[in-house]
């Protein structure tokens, strides 16, 4: 136990030190806000630290996304995207409509960002030769049937 005092000590006083200033976000232009919270208990002493983006400046709503990204490997990893990753068994049945439109969303904004655009096409690429590994030979259309029915 008197081992741990030095430690716990530590710990508090670099909790204490640390750079709570808040910060801008270089890629988006927003900052960000960082709280940390210290609680005591009798014996023991934990610390969380949350980082919140703070709410962006003016009334201006976010553009509109494309129906595609105009990169042709994008677009045909995104088509794949759902029959391929069901076939590979990658994520479960119920997983896939929500990773999809995560994945779909993150690279129409990264299509649109002329910073990443004109890396779009490799990471595109690696992610379906990433999938095609996955898939170890199968076709996409070689989709399992649903557990309720087999």
Do not use: F, W
Not at 7 to 26: E, F, N, Q, V, Y
Not at 45 to 73: D, Y
């Amino acid at each position: 136990m008197t081992r741990l005092i030095p430690i716990l000590a530590g710990a508090l006083a670099l909790a204490a030190c640390s750079d709570h200033k808040t910060r801008p976000d270089t890629a988006t232009g927003r900052t960000a806000t960082t709280t940390t919270t210290t609680t005591s208990a009798p014996a023991n002493r934990s610390s969380t630290s949350t980082t919140t983006p703070a709410p962006r400046s003016g009334s201006k709503k976010e553009a509109a996304l494309p129906e595609n990204t105009g990169i042709a490997a994008c677009d045909e990893y995104l088509a794949s995207y759902k029959s391929c990753h069901l076939a590979a068994g990658v994520y479960a049945r119920d997983q896939i409509e929500n990773r999809y439109e995560l994945m779909r969303t993150s690279l129409l904004r990264q299509s649109q960002d002329p910073d990443m655009r004109g890396q779009l096409d490799a990471r595109c690429t690696s992610l379906a030769n990433q999938l095609k590994e996955a898939l170890h030979g199968k076709s996409c259309a070689d989709v399992p049937a649903p557990a309720s029915t087999r």
